[in-house]
C-alpha cells in the first residue's frame, strides 16, 4: 500500500472527535476520542495521528466560521472558542510535517456524502447536518461553495418563527435549530411527556408509533421544510441531503419536510424535490475531510 494514497481526516465536535486514516476510498483504520477542551489538547490531537499513522496529506473539519484565505477560526463553535484568532493551518502542518486543508465540520459532512455517499454521482445537491444545531454544505456543480467570507451555508440561522426564542448564537430570535435540534427536541418533549428523554428513547418511541412523538416531529419538520424553501427560492437545487444524528428520524419526518417546503415556496416545482438520507453516517466526515486533502482543498470554490 503506497504511502503517497493515504490520507488523514479528522472530523472535530462538540463532544467528540472522529480520527480517520483513508486509502484507495475506504476507511481503513478509524479511532473516536472526546474533543479537545484546551488549545494544547487541541494540537496534541495530531501528535497523536502523525505518532500512530502514516499519512501523507490531512483534511479537517471544525465546527465554526473559518477565514479560508488567511486560515485562521473566526467565530469557533463555543466549546471550541478557543480556537478563536489563532492561525491553525501552519501549526498544524508545523506538528505532522505535512500539507493541511482545513474547513467547516458540516462541509466536510456535504463532500464526504457527495463523492462516497447519497450524493455519489449528482453533481449539486444541499446537505444539512442535523444535530447539536443545524450546519449546511452547498454542493454545487461538483465544487463545494465556501462564500466570500466562508459564511456560505449557515442555513441553521434561516428565521422560520417570527419574534421566536433566542437562538444559541445569541444574535436572532426564530431560527430553525432553536426548534430541530437536539436541545429543541429534547425540550418540545419534555413539555410534552413531563420529563427529559435522550434521543435514543425518542425514536424508539415513534418507532413505535407514540401519537404524542410523531406530532412533535411532524411540527418541527414542518418548520425545517420551511427553512429548506427558504433556500430552495435562492438556489434552485433538486436535492437535499440529511446528515448528523437526527438524520435517524428520517421516516418520521421526511413527508413534513416536503409539507413546509410547499407551504413556504410559491412554485409547485418544489414538490418533487429529493430527499436523501445520509448513507455514511459516522464515516462522512472523516471520508470528506480526506477527500479534502486527496484535492488540495481545490474543490472548495
Given at each position: 500500500?503506497?504511502?503517497?494514497?493515504?490520507?488523514?481526516?479528522?472530523?472535530?465536535?462538540?463532544?467528540?472527535?472522529?480520527?480517520?486514516?483513508?486509502?484507495?476510498?475506504?476507511?481503513?483504520?478509524?479511532?473516536?476520542?472526546?474533543?479537545?477542551?484546551?488549545?494544547?489538547?487541541?494540537?496534541?490531537?495530531?501528535?497523536k495521528?502523525?505518532?500512530?499513522?502514516?499519512?501523507?496529506?490531512?483534511?479537517?473539519g471544525?465546527?465554526?466560521?473559518?477565514?479560508?484565505?488567511?486560515m485562521?477560526?473566526?467565530?469557533?463553535?463555543?466549546?471550541?472558542?478557543?480556537?478563536?484568532?489563532?492561525?491553525?493551518?501552519?501549526?498544524i502542518?508545523g506538528?505532522?510535517?505535512?500539507?493541511?486543508?482545513?474547513?467547516?465540520?458540516?462541509?466536510?459532512?456535504?463532500?464526504?456524502?457527495?463523492?462516497?455517499?447519497?450524493?455519489?454521482?449528482?453533481?449539486?445537491?444541499?446537505?444539512?447536518?442535523?444535530?447539536?444545531?443545524?450546519?449546511?454544505?452547498l454542493?454545487?456543480?461538483?465544487?463545494?461553495?465556501?462564500?466570500?467570507?466562508?459564511?456560505?451555508?449557515?442555513?441553521?440561522?434561516?428565521?422560520?418563527?417570527?419574534?421566536?426564542?433566542?437562538?444559541?448564537?445569541?444574535?436572532?430570535?426564530?431560527?430553525?435549530?432553536?426548534?430541530?435540534?437536539?436541545?429543541?427536541?429534547?425540550?418540545?418533549?419534555?413539555?410534552?411527556?413531563?420529563?427529559?428523554?435522550?434521543?435514543?428513547?425518542?425514536?424508539?418511541?415513534?418507532?413505535?408509533?407514540?401519537n404524542?412523538?410523531?406530532?412533535?416531529?411532524?411540527?418541527?419538520?414542518?418548520?425545517?421544510?420551511k427553512?429548506?424553501?427558504?433556500?430552495?427560492?435562492?438556489?434552485?437545487?433538486?436535492?437535499?441531503?440529511?446528515?448528523?444524528?437526527?438524520?435517524?428520524?428520517?421516516?418520521?419526518?421526511?413527508?413534513?419536510?416536503i409539507?413546509?417546503?410547499?407551504?413556504?415556496?410559491?412554485?409547485?416545482?418544489?414538490?418533487?424535490?429529493?430527499?436523501k438520507?445520509?448513507?455514511?453516517?459516522?464515516?462522512?466526515?472523516?471520508?470528506?475531510?480526506?477527500?479534502?486533502?486527496?484535492?488540495?482543498?481545490?474543490?472548495?470554490?
Amino acid at each position: 500500500m503506497h504511502s503517497s494514497k493515504i490520507f488523514a481526516g479528522i472530523d472535530i465536535g462538540g463532544t467528540f472527535t472522529k480520527l480517520g486514516i483513508v486509502s484507495r476510498n475506504k476507511v481503513i483504520a478509524r479511532k473516536i476520542v472526546k474533543s479537545p477542551t484546551t488549545l494544547i489538547e487541541f494540537f496534541e490531537l495530531f501528535n497523536k495521528i502523525k505518532n500512530d499513522y502514516e499519512f501523507t496529506t490531512l483534511g479537517l473539519g471544525i465546527p465554526g466560521i473559518i477565514d479560508h484565505k488567511n486560515m485562521i477560526m473566526k467565530y469557533a463553535s463555543p466549546s471550541l472558542g478557543f480556537l478563536n484568532g489563532i492561525t491553525i493551518k501552519d501549526k498544524i502542518e508545523g506538528i505532522t510535517g505535512t500539507e493541511v486543508y482545513i474547513t467547516n465540520d458540516a462541509n466536510i459532512v456535504t463532500i464526504g456524502e457527495m463523492i462516497y455517499g447519497a450524493g455519489k454521482g449528482i453533481n449539486s445537491a444541499i446537505c444539512l447536518t442535523l444535530g447539536t444545531g443545524i450546519g449546511g454544505g452547498l454542493f454545487y456543480k461538483d465544487k463545494l461553495l465556501i462564500g466570500d467570507n466562508g459564511f456560505a451555508a449557515e442555513f441553521g440561522h434561516i428565521n422560520v418563527v417570527e419574534n421566536g426564542s433566542t437562538c444559541s448564537c445569541g444574535k436572532r430570535k426564530g431560527c430553525v435549530e432553536n426548534y430541530f435540534s437536539i436541545s429543541g427536541i429534547s425540550n418540545l418533549v419534555k413539555e410534552i411527556k413531563g420529563k427529559e428523554y435522550p434521543m435514543e428513547e425518542i425514536l424508539k418511541m415513534a418507532r413505535n408509533g407514540d401519537n404524542d412523538i410523531l406530532q412533535a416531529l411532524s411540527n418541527v419538520s414542518f418548520l425545517l421544510g420551511k427553512a429548506i424553501g427558504a433556500i430552495l427560492l435562492v438556489i434552485d437545487i433538486n436535492t437535499i441531503i440529511l446528515a448528523g444524528g437526527l438524520s435517524r428520524f428520517f421516516p418520521y419526518i421526511k413527508n413534513d419536510i416536503i409539507r413546509g417546503i410547499k407551504n413556504y415556496c410559491y412554485t409547485a416545482d418544489y414538490a418533487n424535490i429529493v430527499i436523501k438520507q445520509s448513507e455514511l453516517l459516522e464515516n462522512a466526515g472523516i471520508l470528506g475531510a480526506a477527500y479534502l486533502a486527496k484535492t488540495k482543498g481545490e474543490i472548495l470554490y
